[in-house]
Every structure is written in structure tokens, then in C-alpha cells.
């Protein structure tokens, strides 16, 4: 049999999408994307046309069903409903790591999980001290956060002299550090609770576990479940965002069907469908509902979901979310401003000092052990990369600061971030040679392959 035998049929419209596709999967086109909506919101923002985008933003925008209504802005929508589903991903990928990537193994994992913790306790101590007693305090949690779609755009620039290690540290981090992200929004900005509210979303999420366990697989029940359970989330003080990380980190990690088993289907098919014999199955068509079914379930819930909605997260919720935040007027006096320069202080100095010096504590304490192809320098340019703070940045300032403090904060982030990035990028292309070869693959690439090996969830 021909390899062209066992290729899909090609549709004209694939001319078009084929193009997009090879796009998307490009490493770094998800940081350009996200750069181009912030760079157009603060363009808006800085000319005639800013009213216009506050205004835009400002639009309520109303639903409910009987009694119940949800009366918020188009802003608030973007930031509770879109971002769950972001958070979701985030929860995906953060159980994917754990039980099959990096972080699965503690020996490997104490060097990011020490830089992860470092890079998250420096800043917030930085940002602490220089505003301590001051009503803007509340935003200690905005230089914690690092962007990793920026992270892996520069990464990518820089091509063969990133060592695979430096990669695969920078990524691990990230990965711990939205965890900690995670935590600092459900314990530092959660309002008074409702506790009614709270319970009927627990009750959903206990509902989840049962449905999982019994082995229900359609992926419309968890869908309206898990509605539910943001909306029980929303009302119930505890951010809605939240409820996307839980459901993320329930999501199951092993395969229905296993290679074997598929294989065994799909060969039977085969016989039958070159043969006779159909009686046993009813009609061709249950014979390929089977396969189809099979070959669904050869991929793990986590795998699926994270294949599917990781596009849309990265190219469409993270750059609206940048073009409803990053939108701000910058006057050169707000980048003197307290709040700007703690912001400034805790991303651009913070995070590298406290990743390199966490980093160097669990190494000289034996804890971890630093890769023969990362030296200290690379370290330290990673480092001045995490403080690239960016989507979880201002979605953390969101929730902190209001008004004139908020808009300056966000100076703060913009300033930070690109300045972190310079620093990063500089520091890696002076000290680390042109000879290494990267890993191919993305954020979604670094655990072990699924297919090969099957795991508990």
C-alpha cells in the first residue's frame, strides 16, 4: 500500500488553512500575535480612538435565565469568562507536568521549583517594601507572574544558542510558576464568599469525579457541568478563574483504549470489511462509529482538550485579553510613580535574583544539580527572561488596583517587560555561544510522549 493510500483526502479550502496551521505551530507566532494586540491597544489607547476603546470595553453585556441575571462589561466578561478558559489549559498543562513531564520527578524538579519559588518571593518582597503601608501594597502578587508566550518568542529568536536544559528550566518554571499564580488569586484577591454559591460549585466538581469514575466520556455533559460550576464559582467570591484551573487539574491523564487494543480494532475492521461477516457488527456504518471511538479514545481527555483549546488560548483569548488590558495612556511621569517602579523593581531585578539565588541555594545545598550545557550565566539571562510578566501580570493588577493606580501599574508591567526581555535576550547572546541546537516542540511538548507510555491519573 501506497503512503499516499493512507493519506486523508485534501478539500480546496485547505489551500487557505493550510498556511494558518503551519502558523500556528510555529514556536514563537503565539508571542508575535500577543505583542501585536498590545501593541494595538496601546496605539488606540495614545491616540484619538482611546475614548472609543474605553467606551467599547465599558458595553454591558447582560445574560441569565428566569430570576437570575449576569449584568457586567464587556471587560469583566473577557477577564471571568474567557480567561477560565485559559486557566483551564494552564490547569491542563500543570497535570500534564506533573504526571508526565518535568515536574513528575522531585530530583528534577527542585531546580525550577527553586527558581519557580525564588522568582515569586523576591518580587513580592521587593514590591512589598518599597510600598508597604500604602493602599497600592494590595498588588504584591503583579511582579510574581512570568508570560511565558514571550518567554518561549525569545527563546525561539535566539535559536541554537539556547541549550535544551535552559528550555526545558525556563518552561518547568513557568509551569510552577502559574501555579503560584494560581494560588496568590484564590487566597490574596478572593472577596467575601458566599457560601451557598460555593457549595453548589463544589457540588458540581464532586459531580465531575463521579461521572469520571462511573466512566461517563461525553464530552457535552462536562461542558454544561462545568458552566454550572463557573457560574457557582462567579457568584460565590472565590475568582471564577479558578473553577477552570480545578476542572484542568481533574481532567484524566490515561487513554481509554490502549495502542494494542486499537490496533486489534482497527485489524479486525480491516478483515471484515475485506471479507464478509458483516452480521456480527449490524451495518458498516457501526463498524466505523467503532473505530472512530477508538481511535478517539487512543488519546487521553487531557490530550485532547489541551490539543483543541490550546490554539484558541493562545491566539485568540490571551491577544483579546491584551487588547481589553494593555490598552493605556502612557505619560512618562507615571514610569517615576511608586507603583510603577515597585512594579519595575520586582520584575526586572526580583525575578532574576530570586530565580538565581533559590536556583544556587538548591544546588549548593544538594538538592539539584545543574545541567552540564547551563552554566550560571544562562541562569541568569533566563531569569532577566521570566520577568517578562505581561498576560498574568495585568490580570493579577486587575484584580488588585483600580483607576489611576491600575493604569500606572500596567505602565509598571509594559516598561518591565520589554526591559526584561532586552536584558534577557542581551545577557544570552553575549555569554552563551552559537553551537546548541534546540528541542524541537513547544510548551506542549515537554512531557514524555502519552503514547508511549500510559499513566495513573
Given amino acids: 500500500m501506497s503512503p499516499a493510500a493512507t493519506e486523508l483526502p485534501r478539500a480546496p479550502v485547505q489551500r487557505f488553512t493550510g498556511p494558518i496551521q503551519r502558523f500556528l505551530h510555529v514556536e514563537a507566532a503565539s508571542g508575535v500575535v500577543l505583542l501585536l494586540a498590545a501593541a494595538i491597544a496601546l496605539s488606540a489607547a495614545n491616540s484619538g480612538a482611546g475614548d472609543a476603546l474605553l467606551t467599547l470595553w465599558k458595553t454591558e453585556v447582560s445574560f441569565g435565565f428566569g430570576s437570575f441575571r449576569m449584568d457586567h462589561t464587556l471587560k469583566h466578561w473577557v477577564s471571568d469568562g474567557l480567561m477560565a478558559i485559559f486557566f483551564f489549559v494552564i490547569g491542563l498543562e500543570v497535570k500534564r507536568e506533573l504526571v508526565l513531564g518535568e515536574l513528575r520527578e522531585l530530583r528534577r524538579a527542585t531546580l525550577p521549583l527553586a527558581g519557580a519559588l525564588g522568582g515569586m518571593v523576591v518580587p513580592a518582597g521587593i514590591y512589598l517594601a518599597l510600598l508597604w503601608g500604602e493602599p497600592a501594597a494590595r498588588g504584591w502578587g503583579i511582579p510574581m507572574a512570568t508570560d511565558i508566550a514571550f518567554v518561549v518568542g525569545c527563546l525561539a529568536v535566539l535559536g541554537r544558542r539556547v541549550p535544551s536544559s535552559l528550555r526545558v528550566f525556563l518552561l518547568s518554571l513557568a509551569i510552577a510558576d502559574d501555579i503560584g499564580a494560581i494560588l496568590v488569586i484564590a487566597i490574596g484577591y478572593t472577596t467575601d464568599l458566599n457560601a451557598t454559591a460555593l457549595a453548589l460549585g463544589a457540588a458540581g466538581l464532586g459531580l465531575v469525579g463521579i461521572l469520571q469514575r462511573i466512566g461517563v466520556r461525553a464530552l457535552g455533559v462536562y461542558a454544561a457541568l462545568a458552566l454550572g460550576i463557573w457560574v457557582a464559582f462567579h457568584e460565590s467570591g472565590v475568582h471564577a478563574t479558578i473553577a477552570g484551573v480545578i476542572l484542568g ?209
Fill in 249 to 457: 487539574l481533574m481532567t484524566p491523564t490515561r487513554r481509554w483504549v490502549s495502542d494494542s487494543r486499537l490496533a486489534d480494532i482497527v485489524g479486525r475492521a480491516r478483515e471484515v470489511w475485506q471479507g464478509e461477516g458483516w452480521e456480527g457488527f449490524g451495518s458498516r456504518r457501526a463498524l466505523l462509529q467503532r473505530v472512530e471511538t477508538a481511535a478517539r479514545e487512543a488519546l487521553s481527555p487531557l490530550e485532547r482538550l489541551e490539543n483543541a483549546l490550546h490554539p484558541w488560548s493562545a491566539f485568540v483569548i490571551m491577544p483579546v485579553f491584551a487588547l481589553a488590558n494593555a490598552g493605556v495612556a502612557v505619560q512618562m511621569g507615571r514610569l517615576a510613580d511608586p507603583v510603577a517602579l515597585a512594579v519595575g523593581a520586582g520584575l526586572v531585578v526580583g525575578k532574576p535574583l530570586g530565580i538565581l539565588l533559590f536556583a544556587y541555594a538548591a544546588v549548593r545545598l544538594g538538592a539539584a544539580s545543574l545541567p552540564d550545557d547551563m552554566g550560571w550565566d544562562a541562569v541568569a539571562g533566563g531569569g532577566c527572561l521570566a520577568g517578562i510578566g505581561f498576560t498574568m501580570s495585568l490580570f493579577i493588577a486587575g484584580l488588585a488596583l483600580d483607576g489611576a493606580t491600575l493604569d500606572t501599574a500596567k505602565v509598571g508591567i509594559l516598561g518591565a517587560s520589554l526591559l526584561s526581555g532586552s536584558l534577557g535576550m542581551a545577557v544570552l547572546l553575549i555569554r552563551l555561544p552559537a553551537r546548541h541546537r534546540p528541542r524541537s516542540g513547544s510548551r506542549n511538548q515537554l512531557a514524555s510522549d502519552p503514547e508511549d507510555k500510559e499513566s495513573e491519573e
